[in-house]
């Protein structure tokens, strides 16, 4: 099974990104916002396969990195520094990384940003949101999907957003050191996010 790399391009991020459905507000408890990162330009890929006939080709990871910290991509697609960072719900069949600046904030009309996101979309269900974010796909739909970094002094050099990369053989040679997540992990997670913010219905 094939994996096709997509360059969707370069984005700027400033110190903090919103990992997360495009569709959800701040108060929708499985995203994670907030998160450190070094600031910077991010090189961003997707990652496709072909799963079958009724499905096509899927988007099976999201990436960004700072250009100024891996010399080249076979040093961070072999990194043994990847972190399980936490999970992530989807319920659009999307998801994406974005600087904290551009994600609306609470109780701002996301309506605006919403068709901004759909029309960033091209053929390979990936696209740049506005040189400060990148969505995609997420894989076979809606679920929850795994979000690992890579670090330095506390902040991400590095985001992938795991939307099924075991499914395809290319994909688990190309991260080879990846360790997963514990269900004892997540479900700290879990209990964690609902504390912060008790469950709030989707509304679309």
Not at 168 to 175: K, P
Request: negative net charge; glycine residues 8%; contains cysteine.
């Amino acid at each position: 099974m094939n994996l096709e790399f997509i360059n969707i391009g370069k984005i700027s991020l400033s110190d903090k990104v919103v990992i997360s459905d495009p569709c959800y507000t701040r108060d929708v408890w499985c995203m994670i916002e907030g998160l450190s990162v070094q600031p910077g330009t991010y090189q961003t890929h997707g990652f496709r396969v072909h799963a079958n006939a009724t499905w096509g080709k899927v988007v099976v990871g999201l990436l960004c990195y700072n250009v100024n910290e891996f010399k080249d991509e076979n040093e961070l697609y072999a990194s043994k520094k990847w972190e399980y960072v936490d999970a992530i719900g989807v319920d659009s069949a999307h998801a994406g990384i974005f600087d904290d600046t551009i994600f609306p904030s609470l109780g701002e009309d996301n309506e605006s940003f919403k068709v901004k996101f759909w029309n960033t979309l091209d053929d390979t269900d990936c696209g740049l949101y506005e040189d400060k974010g990148i969505v995609s796909g997420s894989g076979f739909g809606d679920g929850s999907y795994y979000v690992f970094s890579i670090k330095k002094n506390d902040a991400s050099i590095a985001i992938l957003i795991d939307f099924e990369l075991r499914f395809g053989a290319d994909s688990r040679e190309l991260f080879t050191n990846f360790q997963y997540p514990s269900g004892e992990q997540v479900d700290r997670y879990v209990k964690r996010q609902l504390k912060e913010k008790p469950i709030k219905k989707y509304s679309g």
